[in-house]
C-alpha cells in the first residue's frame, strides 16, 4: 500500500487528498501518486458516502514541482518500453496515462476542489487545471506555470488544452512558449483560479464550494454550452487562425525553427481546442510523445536539469574533505571583476575585503554593489546589511582573518605574482587562494603561492552578477582541499559550478574564441557579414561572432594574440582571422568601446548597424562565390565542437557534464542541444568525424578531429557512453 496521497473522509463526506511524497522535499509525480489518485477516484465514483474531494498539498514547499525529470529520462534515448509494440505506440501509451488519469479525476461525476497552498508547476498545476474549482493562497510569491519548454518539453497532461479553454488561445499560447510562471491574482485574472484566499483558509474554502455544489463536478468545457474565451475556436474563425500567425512568427523569433517542442505546442493546442477534450488530449499525447521521442528533449533535460542540478549539489567535489564554507574572502582587485565577486559574496552573507591600490578606486569597487542594489530596489536596510559586509581597503593588514582569497587585478603576471606573495606575507599558506585570470595558466600562477596545493583557478564570467557559470581550474599541483573550498564558495554564492584542468585559455575562454575566430576566418574571405552574423544567431548561439568581439573589444582581442605569440613563440599557429584582427586595430575600429568596430553605434542610442565599409577594408572586397548558410552554419559549429573535443582528448575535462554545462551556461551555445558533448552524440562520432576531415581538407587543419575523436568513431563510442561506464 503506497501513502503517497493521504485521504480522509470528513462529516459532510468531502475527501480531502493531501498528496505528501515520502522522501521527497517537494511533491512531484510519481508512480504511487499516480496509483494513489486512480484508487481515490475509484472512490469518488463508487462510494455513495464520498460526496467530492479536495486536492492539496502536505509539503509546506508547495503544491507541486511536476513530473519527475530524472524518471522522464527513462523514457527518452531508447529507455525501456514494452515488448511488442512500435516504439511510437509503447511511447504514447507512457505518456498518455496521465492525461488519461487525470481526464477521470475530473469526469469521475463528483466535484473536486483544489487548494493550493504554494507553487504549482508544470505537471503540478496540469493536476489544479483537472480539478472543478481552485483556491489559491494569497500568496503573491507562489508560482503557478507550466515551464516545460525551458527544457525541451511541453505539458503532456492537459496543460494545452486546459490552458487555452479557461484562458483564451492568445493569452494560453504566452504561458506555454515561453514558460513564464503567473501570481495568484494574474491566474484569478485569468479564470485560472476561482478564489485566492488566506493560507490558513484554503482548504475550508474548497470545501466550502464542495458542499454548495454538488453537480459541480462538471468542467465548462464539458457542458453543452461552453464557449471558448476569446472566440470560437474554429479555423473559419479569422481570429483564431491569426493567432498561430503570430505564435508561429514567434516561436521562429526566439528558438529559429532549432526547437521541437514550441512547434508542438502550436500543433497541440491548434489541433487540440477544435475537438471535444477526449480527443484533444490524445492529440496533446501524440505530438508529447514525438516530442520526447527525439534526442533534444532528453538532452535539454539532461543538462539543463540534471547535470546543473547534480554539479550544484557537488558532483565534481572530493568526498572526503569536510565542508569548507567561506566565512570572510580576501577580494583583491576592485575592478569590473572584482568589484561584482565582492557582490555576489557579500549577497551569500560572505565578509568581503575589497582591496585595491588606491583607496579610490576600492570604494569605487564597493560602490558598483550599491549602483546595482539601487537599480534593483532593494529594501534600504537589506541594502545595508549587505554594503556593511564590503570593506574596502588598500592596507593588506586587513586582509587577516580572511578563509579565502580571490584575486581579480591586471592580466599581467608579474601584478599578480606581486599581489599573491604580499597576501601570503599576511594570511600565510595554508589559506586557498584563488586567480580569476581568464588565460593565464593556474599552475604557472601557482609558483607565487609557496604551497601550489592551495592555489586553483576560481574564473568568473562578466557580469558576475548575471552570469551563473564559475570555472574552476585545476593547476597541476592543485589539492583536493582548494578544489572543495572553491566549490563550497561557488555553492554558497548559488553559482553553477564545471571543474577543468588547466591549460592556456581553460575551457571555456578556448572553445568560445573558435566560434570567434572562424566568424573573422569567414569575413577574411570575403562573405558578406550580415550572412556570418544571422547564420551565428540562427544555430542558437546568443549573438553574431562579430558582434560578440566588439562587444570583447578588438583591442583586447589584439592583446590576447600578441601576448599568446610571444608565450608560445614557434608553437604558435595564428588563426585566418588574424589578420583581421589587425586590420581593424590599425585603422582604430575597437569595437562598442570606441563607437566603431565590425558595426557602427550611432549616438544616442540608435540601433547599431554592420560597418558598410567591413568587406571592402578587411578583406578587399566581398569574394566572388558566397558560402550558402548552410556551409557557414557547419564551420561555424564545427570549429567548436572540434575545439570541445581536444579539451576531452587532452584531458582539459574529465567529464562531458561539465564540458556541456560550461558550453550553455558559460558561452550560450545552443541550449537546445544539450551542448556540444550531446550535440556530437547525438550526430554520432564517425559523423562528425567525418564531416571534421571533410572541413580540414577544404579550409585547414584547425579542423582536423583529433586522434582520440577517431578512436571513439573506431570503436563506436559516444562521450556520454564513455562517462557512463567510467562512472560504473
Ligand atoms: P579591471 O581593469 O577592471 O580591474 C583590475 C583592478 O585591479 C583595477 O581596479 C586595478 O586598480 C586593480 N589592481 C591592479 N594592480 C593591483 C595591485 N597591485 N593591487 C591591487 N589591485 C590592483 O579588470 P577586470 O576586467 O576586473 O579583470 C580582472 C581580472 O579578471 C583579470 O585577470 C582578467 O583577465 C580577469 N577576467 C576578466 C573578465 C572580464 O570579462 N573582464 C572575465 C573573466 C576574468
Not at 315 to 322: G, S
Request: include cysteine; charge should be neutral; aromatic fraction near 6%.
Amino acid at each position: 500500500m503506497t501513502t503517497a496521497i493521504h485521504t480522509e473522509l470528513d462529516a459532510d463526506g468531502i475527501l480531502t487528498l493531501t498528496i505528501d511524497v515520502p522522501g521527497q522535499s517537494m511533491n512531484v509525480i510519481t508512480p504511487e501518486v499516480q496509483a494513489d489518485l486512480t484508487a481515490a477516484i475509484e472512490r469518488l465514483k463508487t462510494d455513495d458516502a464520498v460526496k467530492g474531494a479536495v486536492l492539496t498539498s502536505g509539503k509546506a514547499s508547495g503544491f507541486m514541482a511536476g513530473a519527475d525529470l530524472k524518471g522522464m529520462g527513462a523514457l527518452m534515448g531508447g529507455g525501456k518500453l514494452p515488448e511488442g509494440k512500435s516504439r511510437m505506440a509503447a511511447l504514447f501509451d507512457a505518456v498518455f496515462g496521465l492525461n488519461r488519469l487525470l481526464r477521470d479525476l475530473e469526469t469521475c461525476g463528483k466535484p473536486v476542489a483544489a487548494a493550493v497552498n504554494g507553487l504549482a508547476l508544470g505537471g503540478g498545476l496540469e493536476f489544479v487545471l483537472a480539478c472543478h474549482y481552485r483556491v489559491i493562497a494569497d500568496n503573491p510569491k507562489i508560482t503557478l506555470g507550466l515551464p516545460e519548454i525551458m527544457v525541451g518539453l511541453f505539458p503532456g497532461a492537459g496543460g494545452t488544452q486546459r490552458l487555452p479553454r479557461l484562458m483564451g488561445v492568445q493569452a494560453a499560447l504566452m504561458y506555454l512558449l515561453q514558460g513564464k510562471n503567473m501570481s495568484p491574482q494574474e491566474a484569478l485574472g485569468f479564470g485560472v483560479a476561482q478564489e485566492v484566499a488566506p493560507l490558513a483558509e484554503i482548504v475550508a474554502r474548497a470545501k466550502a464550494w464542495v458542499k454548495a455544489n454538488p453537480n459541480g463536478g462538471v468542467q465548462p468545457w464539458d457542458a453543452k454550452n461552453f464557449k471558448m474565451p476569446g472566440g470560437p475556436a474554429t479555423a473559419l474563425n479569422p481570429n483564431f487562425a491569426q493567432m498561430f500567425v503570430g505564435g508561429n512568427a514567434m516561436t521562429h523569433v526566439n528558438a529559429g525553427d532549432n526547437m521541437n517542442a514550441p512547434r508542438a505546442i502550436l500543433s497541440a493546442v491548434y489541433e487540440g481546442v477544435q475537438v471535444p477534450m477526449d480527443l484533444a488530449i490524445r492529440i496533446e499525447s501524440k505530438y508529447f510523445a514525438k516530442v520526447v521521442a527525439d534526442p533534444q528533449a532528453g538532452n535539454m533535460i539532461r543538462s539543463l536539469f540534471v547535470s546543473k542540478q547534480a554539479a550544484e549539489k557537488g558532483a565534481r567535489r572530493p568526498k572526503d574533505v569536510p565542508p569548507a564554507p567561506t566565512k570572510k574572502v580576501a577580494m583583491l582587485g576592485a575592478g569590473l571583476m572584482g568589484a561584482g565577486i565582492a557582490m555576489v559574496s557579500a549577497q551569500a552573507g560572505i565578509e568581503v575585503v575589497l582591496l585595491d591600490t588606491t583607496q579610490e578606486a576600492a570604494e569605487k569597487g564597493k560602490q558598483y554593489t550599491a549602483d546595482r542594489l539601487a537599480k534593483k530596489k532593494t529594501p534600504a536596510d537589506k541594502a545595508q546589511a549587505i554594503l556593511d559586509r564590503i570593506k574596502p581597503t588598500t592596507d593588506y593588514a586587513d586582509l587577516a582573518g580572511c578563509d579565502l582569497v580571490i584575486e581579480a587585478v591586471f592580466e599581467t603576471r608579474e601584478i599578480k605574482a606581486k599581489v599573491t606573495q604580499a597576501t601570503e606575507a599576511v594570511l600565510g599558506p595554508d589559506v586557498i587562494f584563488g586567480s580569476n585570470t581568464s588565460t593565464l595558466p593556474i599552475t604557472g600562477l601557482a609558483e607565487a603561492w609557496s604551497k601550489p596545493e592551495n592555489f586553483i583557478g576560481i574564473h568568473f564570467f562578466s557580469p558576475v552578477e548575471k552570469m551563473p557559470l564559475v570555472e574552476i581550474i585545476v593547476g597541476k599541483k592543485t589539492g583536493a582541499a582548494a578544489i572543495a573550498k572553491a566549490l563550497d564558495y561557488v555553492a554558497q554564492i548559488r553559482k553553477t559550478p564545471i571543474v577543468v584542468n588547466d591549460s592556456r585559455g581553460f575551457y571555456t575562454s578556448r572553445c568560445f574564441g573558435t566560434y570567434v575566430q572562424e566568424g573573422l576566418a569567414l569575413l577574411g574571405e570575403g562573405t558578406v557579414p550580415a550572412l556570418i552574423e544571422n547564420v551565428g544567431k540562427q544555430m542558437g548561439m546568443p549573438v553574431g561572432p562579430l558582434a560578440v568581439n566588439d562587444e570583447v573589444g578588438l583591442d583586447l582581442s589584439y592583446k590576447v594574440a600578441q601576448q599568446t605569440k610571444k608565450d608560445l613563440g614557434d608553437a604558435y599557429k595564428g588563426g585566418p582571422g588574424e589578420t583581421v584582427i589587425e586590420k581593424m586595430n590599425e585603422i582604430g575600429r575597437f569595437g562598442r568601446k570606441n563607437a566603431k568596430g565590425f558595426y557602427v553605434y550611432p549616438e544616442g542610442g540608435a540601433k547599431k548597424y554592420l560597418w558598410p565599409d567591413l568587406v571592402q577594408t578587411v578583406a578587399g572586397g566581398l569574394a566572388d562565390t558566397q558560402p550558402d548558410a548552410a556551409e557557414v552554419k557547419e564551420r561555424l559549429l564545427y570549429r567548436q565542437l572540434v575545439e570541445c573535443a581536444r579539451c576531452m582528448g587532452e584531458g582539459v575535462l574529465e567529464t562531458p557534464q561539465d564540458g556541456d554545462l560550461g558550453a550553455i551556461f558559460g558561452w550560450g551555445f545552443a541550449p537546445f542541444t544539450g551542448g556540444p558533448f550531446s550535440a556530437m552524440d547525438t550526430i554520432g562520432i564517425a559523423n562528425v568525424v567525418a564531416t571534421l576531415d571533410r572541413l580540414a581538407q577544404r579550409h585547414g587543419e584547425r579542423f582536423a578531429p583529433p586522434q582520440y575523436l577517431r578512436d571513439m568513431a573506431a570503436k563506436g563510442e559516444s562521450f556520454y557512453g564513455l562517462a557512463a561506464k567510467k562512472a560504473a
